[in-house]
């Protein structure tokens, strides 16, 4: 890894040739352009042109492809698509709700949890949702660079008390092939890490990320991975994306999911039920489901606890124990997730 401080959103870097990456380079930021493939009146997506602020629509083709046509309350256009409901202000919303989210990007690292670390590893995102706590923070602009991960790198390795690596971001999948590789070499020659973890998004909005030597490099590592992926609803979970935790589970990796409820989107028993379904079918265990992070411009999407915990407690009254996430908040300041049940 060179020590420069270019951002490793290497995915920025031109003529894309990867499929993934051309998907990337070729993903819908027009609002315009998403209404008219999706038959919705321009009037929405004026009003879209408006609300979006610094935090543009950004999303792959392939996941708008999921949507229904002419449906403006679709659960997955209502993740991605900006509307006029985040300007309002709402009172307990703000710019930092964990209250560390900024100098936490600066440092590359961090150590909040026991036993692990979180790598930050680049600032991009393939698909900007709207109820994201990036949205105050774009780290692209700001933060993960080489050197910071190489500095990341230095610290876990003088760490022996850490036995897992958590790559974050942004979208730790958005490293390429070789950047990628480069540091999980880096993180198999520290002997007290067992395990790499990789939060990310990028198997269910651009399932073409999964490449062979993606999987390859996965299985022929000393380290245990867990693939922790992220999706709301089942209709995200095409056959695109099936296919692609297919690859991943022949790496031998862990496959979890963890979802954030949200209003509009999969605040009922019935869509939590049909995603943890369809999540197993896929060989994904549900792990976690977030209440929302009390970021600005997010307050439409929130669910109330109370409703929540019932949410929650009729999973675990009538599904399987393995399919019932935990659900759980951050809270500023705690040592660990806090879980309601
Ligand atoms: C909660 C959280 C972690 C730690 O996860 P555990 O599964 O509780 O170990 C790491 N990264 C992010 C982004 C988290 O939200
Ligand atoms: S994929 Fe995750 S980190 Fe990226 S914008 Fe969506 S919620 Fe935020």
């Known amino acids: 890894m060179s020590s420069d401080d270019t951002p490793v959103n290497s995915a920025a870097g031109s003529p894309p040739h990867e499929p993934w990456k051309r998907e990337l380079a070729f993903a819908i930021r027009d609002p315009f352009e998403l209404c008219r493939l999706l038959d919705l009146p321009r009037r929405v997506a004026e009003e879209s042109v408006e609300a979006a602020g610094s935090f543009p629509l950004l999303v792959p083709r392939g996941f708008a492809a999921r949507m229904t046509k002419g449906d403006p309350a679709d659960p997955l256009l209502r993740q991605v698509l900006p509307t006029s409901r985040e300007r309002e202000v709402v009172e307990g919303f703000t710019a930092d709700p964990l209250a560390e989210r900024s100098s936490l990007a600066a440092a590359g690292l961090v150590r909040k949890y026991a036993g692990r670390a979180l790598v930050l590893a680049t600032g991009g995102c393939a698909v900007n949702c709207r109820y994201c706590f990036r949205r105050e923070f774009p780290y692209a602009e700001s933060g993960a660079t080489r050197q910071g991960v190489v500095a990341a790198v ?188």
């Open 154 to 341: 230095d610290e876990i390795a003088a760490s022996d008390d850490l036995h897992e690596v958590i790559l974050s971001g942004g979208d730790p999948l958005l490293l390429d092939d070789d950047l990628l590789s480069e540091l999980v070499g880096r993180l198999e020659d520290i002997p007290h890490v067992r395990r790499l973890r990789i939060h990310t998004r990028l198997p269910v909005v651009l399932p073409e990320r999964v490449t062979e030597r993606l999987v390859e490099r996965l299985s022929e590592s000393r380290l245990r991975s867990v693939v922790v992926i992220h999706a709301n609803h089942a209709a995200e979970l095409d056959r695109s994306v099936a296919e692609a935790m297919s690859r991943l589970a022949a790496s031998g990796a862990i496959l979890l999911n963890q979802a954030v409820l949200l209003a509009g989107v999969n605040d009922r028993f019935e869509t939590l039920r049909d995603l943890s379904d369809r999540l197993l079918d896929l060989g994904v265990v549900p792990y976690y489901l977030h209440l929302l992070d009390r970021v600005v411009g997010a307050a439409s999407f929130e669910v109330p606890e109370s409703r929540a915990v019932a949410l929650h407690r009729r999973m675990r009254d009538e599904l399987p124990g393995y399919a019932v996430p935990r659900l759980a908040r951050e809270v500023p300041g705690e040592p660990a997730k806090v879980w309601l049940g």
